[in-house]
Every structure is written in structure tokens, then in C-alpha cells.
């Protein structure tokens, strides 16, 4: 289940470069995308009887991590517009890390010894998969650097995501878990993109259809990430959803052109697989 939500999640990304250019703006999708998803949900609410009462506390704690989901959506979606898709996946991948040591940090968890190995490979293969070399590191980092900046705020957004989902909410229902975080990421987008004059519609049937479908693809996702979260470990969540990149390296490749260098797929395979080892580890 975890890989199909991760190739999901990959098609969602991809959906979205094709809105992005064709004319939508990060605000409008991440909007639209909520939006609609969270409508959806308060339907399904609806129609199962869903109960929706809960304590004035874990109300507080869902509209924060509902927050923290408008962030890192909105710079996800902001490094997806700027760099190729793969790659600002790839950045987006250190979430697992990120999560490990935030686990370890408020010592819920003590990171294994094989940490000290995989995180190193994961960085080394960030490095190939980013095209990234000494000799023109200023000038890589003006092609890329905004989009990963955006990136790696994303995957330390979803950390805390990911961590608070499986500390503060578990006891709540994931649909209505998901309702309350895409009704705040959508107030909050769209809200900002309103004021700052940030919200932009498609220009044609192209840019239409890739605002459609990332908000079918991420809206089918999120919720069953969220209902699946509290039956599993944290960290083997983030391990099966690091397959993301790699299937995005071929959806990217095939609908949007956007080929890469051999040495970059192979830095793709090093940070998944590393991100990986550390994770079998953690589980054992």
C-alpha cells in the first residue's frame, strides 16, 4: 500500500509541473488541491457517521498540524515549479532522516548505529542525483539552489508532519484527521494567494487537466496515508514513501521530457536505498 501511495504521490507532483506550466500558480494548486479534497472528506464524514467530537486540545493540535501541511505543501509544490521534479523530490527524500532525529531528539527513539553509515550515503547520493560538483558548486546552486532551499523546508515540515500524526492524533479517525489539515492548508493558501495577488488559473485545456489530476492523485493519497499512519512505525511509512522519487524519475521522463544523467540516477538509488537501510534498521 505504502508504494502505491508513494507512486501516487509521484503522479501528483508530476500533475503539477504540468499545471505550473501551463499558467496555474503554486497558491492555486495547493488551494484547489485542499480544497477539493477536503469537500470530499466532509462528505464521506457525512455519509458514514463519522463522529466529529473531540477535546478543545486535540482540536488545537490538528489545526497546528494542519498548518504545518500548508507550509510544506506550499514549498513542495513552490520547488516542483522551480527544479525538475525528480530532483526536488530527491531533496524532499531527507524527511526520513529528519524524522529520525527529530524521533531521537525528544526521545521517543535512539537513532541505530547503522545511521552512521546511511545518512553519509544518502548525502553523498544527493550530491550525484543534484549534478552538484566542487569546481561549479556557486553556479549549481543558482540553477537549483531556491527550488532545494524549498525543498528541504518541505521535508522538515513533513517530519513534524509525520511525528506529530503518529504522537498527538493517533486516537483520531484519519479521515477526519485529513479533513481538519486540508480545510487549514486550503483557508490558509488561498487566503495568502488572495492577498498577495498570488492566485493564477491555467491558461489552457493542458494546464486544466494536470490541476484536475493532482488534486484526484494527492487527494487520494493524503487520506489513505493518513488513515494507514497510526497501523504502522513512523519510520516505515517514510521508508516505503522514498520510492516516490524513483518512480517520479520515469512518470517525470515520460510525460514531462525531463531527462536526467546517469550519475544522477544513480545518486537516486543511493539516497532511497540508504534511507532504506536505515529504516530496516530501525525496525529491527
Known sequence: MLLGIATTFGSNHVAARLAFDHGASVATAVGVRSGMTALVLLALLRLQNVPVAMSRGTLARALFVGLLVAVQSFCLYSAVARIPVALA????????????????????????????FAAPIALVGLAFALDVHFNDLGERWTQIGVGASFAFAAALCFAFVMYFNVHWLKALDG?????????????????AGALSHGLALPGDGKGWLGLALLTLLYGSAITVLFMLLPRIEGTAATIGLNFEPIAVLALAWIFLGQAVKPLQI????????????????KRA
Do not use: E, N
Open 89 to 116: 523530490l530527491l531533496c524532499f527524500s531527507s524527511c526520513p532522516v529528519l524524522y529520525v532525529l527529530l524521533s531521537w531528539l525528544t526521545g521517543k527513539d535512539r537513532p541505530p548505529r547503522v545511521a552512521l
Open 266 to 281: 544513480v545518486g537516486a538509488f543511493l539516497v532511497v536505498g540508504a534511507i532504506a537501510w536505515l529504516g530496516a534498521a
Open 175 to 191: 479521515r477526519l484527521r485529513t479533513f481538519i489539515m486540508m480545510g487549514v492548508t486550503a483557508a490558509v493558501v488561498l487566503s
